[in-house]
C-alpha cells in the first residue's frame, strides 16, 4: 500500500516570506499526488494535483509543487505567503488504477503579520 | 459546483448509542468515502464505496458499518459509540478508477461522544 509522511507538523512563517511544506511518499507502483488545504471548520479542497507531464505544477491561490520520482517528493511552495494562507494542508497519494487515497498528517502553516 | 453534504456540523451523543452519520453527493459520482480526523493522525480511511450496495473496508473499519442504499447517499454508522470514536468525520466523493480527479469533501461533521 502506499504511504505518506509530511515532515512537519507545523510551519510558523511572516506574511510575504516564502515557505514549503515537505511531502514524502511510498509506493511500488505510479500514483497521482495531491495537496489540499483546509481552513477553519471547513472540509478539504483540492489545492493541486500531478497525474504525469511536466513535474512542476501549479494550483490556485499561488501555490506551486515539483514532483520528484528519484526522491518520491512532492514539496508544496509558495513565493509570498499571506494571512489569510494560515490553515492546514495535506499531501495525499493514490495509486493508478485505485480509487482509494492516503493521506499524509497534515502540516499547519501559520502566517504572522 | 459538486457538493457534498454532510447532514450535521456538530453533534452529542451518549456512550453506547447508535449513532448515524450522513452524506449526499449531487454528481453522480461513484465512489464514496468516510474518513476521521484527528490531530497528528490525518485523515484515515474507515470504509469505501464503489457503488450502491458495495462497500470496502478501509484501514480502521472496527467500529463502524457503513450502508449505501443509493448512489448520491453514503451513511456510516456507529454500532455502539464509545468515547474513542470522538472526532472529525469527513466524507468524500470522486469518479472511479481510471479518472485522475481528486476527491470532493463535504464540510465535515464534528461528533462528541461523551
Known amino acids: 500500500a502506499q504511504s505518506v509522511t509530511q515532515l512537519d507538523s507545523q510551519v510558523p512563517v511572516f506574511e510575504e516570506a516564502p515557505v514549503e511544506l515537505r511531502c514524502n511518499y511510498s509506493?511500488?507502483?505510479?500514483?497521482?499526488l495531491f495537496w489540499y488545504v483546509q481552513y477553519p471548520n471547513q472540509g478539504l479542497q483540492l489545492l493541486l494535483k500531478y497525474l504525469s507531464g511536466s513535474t512542476l505544477v501549479k494550483g490556485i491561490n499561488g501555490f506551486e509543487a515539483e514532483f520528484n520520482k528519484s526522491q518520491t517528493s512532492f514539496h508544496l511552495r509558495k513565493p509570498s505567503v499571506h494571512i489569510s494562507d494560515t490553515a492546514e494542508y495535506f499531501c495525499?497519494?493514490?495509486?493508478?488504477?485505485?480509487?482509494?487515497?492516503?493521506f499524509g498528517a497534515g502540516t499547519r502553516l501559520t502566517v504572522k503579520p | 459546483d459538486v457538493k457534498v453534504t454532510q447532514s450535521s456540523r456538530y453533534l452529542v451523543k451518549r456512550t453506547g448509542e447508535k449513532v448515524f452519520l450522513e452524506c449526499v453527493q449531487d454528481m453522480d459520482h461513484e465512489n464514496m468515502f468516510w474518513y476521521r480526523q484527528d490531530p497528528g493522525l490525518g485523515l484515515r480511511l474507515i470504509y469505501f464505496s464503489y457503488d450502491v450496495k458495495m462497500k470496502e473496508k478501509g484501514d480502521i473499519p472496527e467500529g463502524y458499518s457503513v450502508s449505501r442504499e443509493k448512489k448520491e447517499r453514503f451513511s456510516l454508522i456507529l454500532e455502539s459509540a464509545s468515547t474513542n470514536q470522538t472526532s472529525m468525520y469527513l466524507c468524500?466523493?470522486?469518479?472511479?478508477?481510471?479518472?485522475?480527479?481528486?476527491?470532493?469533501f463535504g464540510s465535515g461533521t464534528r461528533l462528541t461522544v461523551v
Open positions: 495525499a497519494v493514490r495509486r493508478y488504477n485505485n480509487n482509494d487515497m492516503r
Open positions: 509506493s511500488s507502483v505510479s500514483v497521482y
Open positions: 468524500a466523493s470522486s469518479f472511479p478508477t481510471g479518472a485522475s480527479y481528486g476527491y470532493t
